[in-house]
């Protein structure tokens, strides 16, 4: 079974940065892609950014495109979300997610391609 588990959440004001980090475990078959995904209340979750580990081809969403970097840490089997120039719209729970398999380009995005999920780390931006 894969285990996902977030952590360095918390709150910042606009125009910081943040850094999301994804602890992994379990088989790598299960976790061959990995993404970030964030809910704000009252708003559906939304795929933010996807990493396809053997590969590393990654996948940005248009809407944080420039400000936000996914990467992974291989000896630590930790995927990482950087985050720059935080607006108050990008404040939401955010999720770490994992799948056995998934096509490039925003298909990598989509929640139907993940089978596992962490409990979901808060970010809050203030202006």
């Known amino acids: 079974q894969v285990r996902l588990v977030e952590s360095g959440g918390g709150s910042v004001q606009a125009g910081g940065s943040l850094v999301l980090s994804c602890a992994a475990s379990?088989?790598?078959?299960?976790?061959?892609?990995m993404g970030w995904f964030r809910q704000a209340p009252g708003k559906e979750r939304e795929g933010v950014a996807g990493?396809?580990?053997?590969?590393?081809?990654?996948y940005v969403a248009e809407s944080v495109r420039g400000r936000f970097t996914i990467s992974q840490d291989k000896a630590k089997n930790t995927v990482s979300l950087k985050m720059n120039s935080l607006e108050p719209e990008d404040t939401a729970m955010y999720y770490c997610?994992?799948?056995?398999?998934?096509?490039?380009?925003?298909?990598?995005?989509?929640?139907?391609?993940?089978?596992?999920w962490g409990q979901g780390i808060q970010v809050t931006v203030s202006s």
């Open positions: 990493i396809i580990m053997p590969t590393n081809y990654t």
């Open positions: 997610a994992a799948g056995r398999i998934s096509p490039g380009g925003p298909w990598i995005l989509l929640r139907e391609n993940y089978n596992y």
């Open positions: 379990g088989d790598m078959d299960d976790r061959n892609h």
